[in-house]
Nanobody
Framework: QVQLVESGGGLVQPGGSLRLSCAAS????????MGWYRQAPGKQRELVAL???????NYADSVKGRFTISRDNAKKSVYLQMSSLKPEDTAAYYC?????????WGQGTQVTVSS
């Protein structure tokens, strides 16, 4: 059984930084894209960043220049380095692994940006 476990969320002041991690356990083959999504209260889940199997990346306009996604295929892990955080970045963040025939989601980690 495959599980994705996120870590690294928390409370941070505006302008601060956090690094989210997501690691997969269980049998998982041919991971294609890995991504981070977020969902704020009362809003739809949105894509934050995506990294393909070849390493190409895509970011939501709202986080470009502030967030960096990376992956470690050997560790079946994906990371999100977040800098210059803003109150509007407050949300539950979810990692997502796309594989042939489907996708897996983590349980979410809360990021709160507040003074």
């Amino acid at each position: 059984q495959v599980q994705l476990v996120e870590s690294g969320g928390g409370l941070v002041q505006p302008g601060g930084s956090l690094r989210l991690s997501c690691a997969a356990s269980g049998s998982l083959f041919s991971i294609n894209a890995m991504g981070w999504y977020r969902q704020a209260p009362g809003k739809q889940r949105e894509l934050v960043a995506l990294i393909s199997s070849s390493g190409s990346t895509n970011y939501a306009d709202s986080v470009k220049g502030r967030f960096t996604i990376s992956r470690d295929n050997a560790k079946k892990s994906v990371y999100l380095q977040m800098s210059s955080l803003k109150p509007e970045d407050t949300a539950a963040y979810y990692c997502n692994f796309r594989v042939l025939g489907g996708a897996y989601w983590g349980q979410g980690t809360q990021v709160t940006v507040s003074s």
